[in-house]
């Protein structure tokens, strides 16, 4: 895991050209236990893969590996704690593809995501789990989506205030066969700390929080979710499309 991490390097050092970068392909080859991030950087754990200004724009092919045990301690207190994941920015050329995340434990503050904060490109056949907490924005697999998440499935827990989902929490993109199943895990959405018949839009949704863009062919099935102002089994607000999606779910809203 200390390999991935180094992903960063030339957001690091742009002095040298010989280091693995934000813009380069990768490929796992071994399974990962990440157990060991817990004690990072004096607790902060894993730092996530990439910047506002310097964007994973390369390409990892997890050749259906398994990472284990990331974690990712910034609370909505710390100095950074917002667009947190495995990677915080990808940008459109970026793609993701064929990786599993487990017993993920991440807690930060906003734009927060199991495998990406703030999406702007590929993911495809990817699966998450474990306990994710943020503020807004909040989901399973990314926290803010603009590019394409396909193939995608979830199991655990998300917490937040705001747009809160179990896999995407704000979709501005396209989101195509996710599925969020009690099968494999309990999945609990929280929105918390929401005001009911406030101005601000929020959502805590089984797939997406809140929806401005597509989702087509997804499905909730088995997941308890709750909240207090615009809660929903597949969507907790919706300005987009929706195609062919389900949901089938426990809903306690206030």
Do not use: M
Request: with cysteine; charged share 20%.
């Amino acid at each position: 895991v200390d390999q991935l991490q180094c992903i960063n390097n030339d957001e690091q050092d742009t002095r040298r050209s010989d280091r693995p970068g934000l813009d380069d392909n990768y490929r796992l080859t071994v399974d990962l236990d990440a157990g060991g991030t817990r004690v990072w950087n004096n607790g902060a754990g894993f730092r996530p893969i990439g910047g506002f200004n310097e964007r994973f724009t390369g390409t990892l092919d997890g050749n259906n590996h398994t990472i284990s045990g990331l974690t990712i301690d910034r609370g909505p207190f710390e100095l950074t704690p917002a667009r947190v994941g495995l990677f915080r920015f990808t940008g459109s050329n970026a793609e993701i593809e064929d990786i599993t995340l487990r017993n993920i434990d991440i807690d930060a503050g906003s734009n927060t995501g199991g495998v990406v904060a703030n999406n702007n490109g590929k993911l495809t056949n990817v699966s998450a789990s474990g306990s994710i907490i943020g503020t807004s924005d909040v989901g399973g697999v990314v926290g803010f989506n603009s590019g394409k998440v396909t193939n995608v499935s979830a199991s655990g827990n998300v917490t937040g205030e705001v747009n809160v989902a179990g896999v995407v929490g704000y979709n501005d993109g396209e989101v195509t066969n996710a599925s969020v199943n009690i099968s494999t895990d309990t999945r609990v959405v929280k929105g918390v700390g929401v005001t009911p018949g406030s101005s601000d839009i929020e959502g805590a949704g089984g797939l997406v929080g809140n929806n401005d863009g597509t989702i087509s062919n997804s499905r909730v099935v088995g997941i308890i979710i709750t909240g207090e102002n615009e809660v929903g089994g597949l969507v907790g607000s919706n300005f987009g499309e929706i195609q062919r999606s389900y949901a089938s779910t426990g809903i306690d809203a206030n």
